[in-house]
């Protein structure tokens, strides 16, 4: 009888150290094939000047205005990419896999896969640290994660500089990234905070969410493979001059958005703009373009 | 603002659903007093707005949102919701997911029933009085400063979807309320 509370306490104990133990393994699996379902209402990049909800600095609007998408047809454009955190902005699936430590089946790192303009997202989750400021910048940057609960946490540096919307808005390459993974079930959230000190007021938030499917996915997109599309090596590089972009109203032509919305001013980010916008605004009309429900589930 | 009309892009709706939405009016929803079809359970978190949550008892957490002056009521109680008419918010159930080791509070996962049928997007995109909203609740931290609150909605409705629709929001916490303002549901502009 006298030994029974020394038991009970050792097993206490020994629930007490299993249960807070660091965690050497994932807190939850986030491996598989993750089908984009696409039901967000905003496009981003269905008209050449649409900066909405990007909250540009001046310099940032600037060079979002000198873009040209004329640029991709630059043989030695054609393959530059886009930042690894165009995986919550595009609208394709995502495989997600890990690589596990042979003896101790730790995981070493999750690979979100790549796409043809998207370079793989490889977190490293063995605890080594971020390269120096001046090693190589790469499109994929470099990325280490850990987990907060069931969440995981990623951050990204050495970023190349690129574009924060495929439309021309930029980033530069101080640019950082923290991601977060919220998996709930079948439905795989994911949070992108994206900080730029030279283009950005203040942090750029999306999510994205994607449901598991059974179809598997490609762990790599279709290789970029860049061919003459009607400019020469060497030419000019297509360019507008910010003050003078003819796509500077088309979103307010077609969608009865403002201009300032469409440009990416900090101050339309928020609720009260909505009071700005209503002397102006008018009725929109039916919907003639980009207006269709949503396809049957694809396999991309 | 909302979309045009017949702008169900990224909806899966089907043929029904878009039927429905073709016949979006907004000024005969607005002569019939259903001004607040676009803002029910199923749609309230995409609003542009602000929302307040607070405790209301031991077992509710309220969710009041300034676009529409909406009010969502969340019970953790495993008893069954009262009966009743449905109603824009519906009734709505609330559990605390396990947070995992290492990690504090959990999401939060609530689950609507019981809605009026109404409006996933303002320009008449429908939802049935039986669709289904599951919703995630999570917190992070913003770097500046404060926390970010991500809602991640599934709304499932046999009647207008093919398959799920699966949106996320985000919402900035602020210092204080002093930008609530409180604003009721319309249906023009």
Redesign the interface.
Known sequence: MGTEPVHGRLVVLLLFAL?????AFA??DLSGSWGA?????L?GDSVPVDYTGIPLNPEGRIRALSYNESQYSMIERQCQGLPVFYFVQGPFGVKIWSDTEPVKGTTISYTVGAWENRAPFVIWMDGRPHPSKYAEHTRGGFTTGH?????LVAYTTHMKAGFIRKVGPPISDETTM?T?F?R?GD?L?V?A?V?DPIYLT??Q?M???F?LQTADLSPVGPPCVSAYQGRMPGESVPHFIPEQNPFVDEMTTR???PRDAALGMPETL???Y?KK??PG?A??????I?????P??ANR | MFPNKGDYAGVPLNPEGRRVADAWDPAKDQTAGEQCKGYGAPAIMRIPGRVHIVWQDDNTLRLDTDAGTQTRAFRFSSAAAPAGPATWQGSSTARWERAGRGAGAGSLTVVTTNVRAGYLRRNGVPYSENATVTEYFDVAPHPADGQVLIVTTVVEDPRYLQRPYIVSSHFKKEGDGSKWEPSPCTAAW
């Open positions: 249960l807070t133990a660091s965690p807190q939850i379902t696409n039901n967000e209402d496009a987990w907060e609960g069931n969440t923290t977060r919220y709930h439905v959230t949070l905070i900080e203040e942090p938030i999510t994205r969410s449901q969608y009865g958005v928020y609720p009260e909505r916008m209503k605004a009725r929109p009309a039916v919907c003639t980009n207006c269709v429900a949503a049957p589930p």
